[in-house]
């Protein structure tokens, strides 16, 4: 659904959702003003026409044992390093393709740096020889995570 063509009403209901997941369609209907069964029809629509994909949860990276965020960039052949294994490794959170010098934006979480080590020294055995080129940039500071 094309972002035009959310009233003043979906955004509104949207803007409470995205601070809280689980909030009731009484509190949405509170916090927005709009009527219960107006706010559960439109979520409702909402879900159906894809704007809302899904509902989740915001974890604490380091509660959960992820606090070690890396990014890689890779230059190569993609079709060839993107298998099953790579793209179902837990450790993988984003995969993003990109314009100029590399292909791929990879966000990556661990437990540490030496969890990462031993994530890279398996990327380099199974997927070095279609990759020209990476670019590895560990996270010092969260300034924004939306």
Not at 8 to 15: A, C, L, S, T
Not at 59 to 66: A, F, P, T
Not at 67 to 94: A, Q
């Amino acid at each position: 659904m094309n972002q035009n063509l959310l009233d003043k009403k979906d955004v509104r209901i949207i803007e409470v959702l995205k601070e809280n997941s689980r909030a009731s369609i009484r509190d949405i209907s509170k916090a927005t003003k709009i009527r219960p069964s107006t706010v559960h029809q439109r979520i409702k629509r909402l879900m159906g026409n894809g704007v809302i994909e899904k509902f989740t949860v915001r974890l604490n990276d380091d509660d959960v044992g992820e606090g070690f965020t890396v990014f890689m960039l890779i230059s190569g052949s993609p079709e060839r390093y993107l298998d099953e294994k790579f793209l179902k490794n837990d450790h993988v959170k984003g995969i993003y393709g990109i314009t100029g010098e590399y292909d791929l934006l990879i966000k990556m979480k661990f437990r540490d740096m030496n969890a990462f080590n031993e994530f890279l020294l398996d990327f380099r055995e199974n997927y070095s020889k279609h990759i020209s080129k990476t670019l590895t940039m560990v996270q010092t500071v969260k300034l924004k995570d939306d």
